[in-house]
């Protein structure tokens, strides 16, 4: 699996209301991915997940369910995320398929990418890189762990306090995607925030070396 760009992370939790017009602008403007994460105890919110399906089909965009590929699959997602303590990447590749995308939290550790893709992950993710507002306890990771995880095969996700100040050296330092939440879906203009870091990515390269 291939892919390059913008991975739009709509946490629910963090939002007054749906925000769907938020999340058609930030598809609009190029993001690839969206990934569905929601913390609150109201339980699973099925109409969400269908507008959400829908704007990002619309839109050609890969719709990825945060911790639960039991959810992913029933909603008929293209794929999940999964931390450390979420369950088996095994038992979700073999239950979504071959051709699901599934994502594994790797905080900034080289050996848990390695393992991950061993059980089936297709793409690894490293992070926090700077102060976040959706995971403000997560530990912090080395840009430099971005560089290392290219050799792996699979694309490399960067997230944790990405903005258009910093995205631009995340991206130099060997991230495939970028993963940002508040600086989209907190943004003034969401759509303006989304165009701007989609448009790193069509100058910008990893160094030499990542």
């Known amino acids: 699996m291939t892919a390059r760009g913008l991975y739009a992370i ?5 939002l007054a209301g749906d925000a769907l017009d938020r999340v058609e602008a930030v ?21 969400l997940l269908g507008e959400l399906r829908v704007l990002t089909r619309t839109y ?5 369910v945060n911790d639960d590929w039991r959810l992913a699959q029933a909603v008929a997602a293209d794929g999940v995320h999964i931390g450390q303590s979420d369950g088996s990447i095994a038992s979700a590749r073999a239950a979504l398929g071959t ?3 599934i994502g594994v939290s790797c905080s900034g550790e080289i050996q848990l990418a390695r393992r991950g893709i061993e059980q089936g992950a297709s793409y690894v993710s490293f992070g926090r890189f700077f102060d976040s507002r959706t995971k403000p306890d997560a530990p912090g990771a080395d840009p430099s762990v971005l560089a290392q995880a290219r050799a792996l095969g699979v ?15 995340i991206i130099a330092a060997g991230a495939d995607l970028i993963a940002v939440s508040g ?9 303006a925030a989304a165009r701007a870091l989609c448009a790193l990515f069509d100058h910008t390269r990893p160094h030499a070396g990542a």
């Open 27 to 47: 598809l609009a403007a190029g993001a690839c991915w969206l990934q569905y994460r929601d913390k609150r105890d109201t339980g699973i919110d099925a109409a």
């Open 99 to 101: 051709n699901a995308i």
């Open 155 to 169: 694309p490399v996700v960067a997230i944790g306090g990405i903005d258009i100040n910093n995205a631009g050296d």
């Open 60 to 64: 050609g965009a890969q719709l990825i």
């Open 10 to 14: 709509y946490d629910r939790t963090t």
């Open 183 to 191: 600086a989209l879906f907190h943004a003034p203009d969401s759509g």
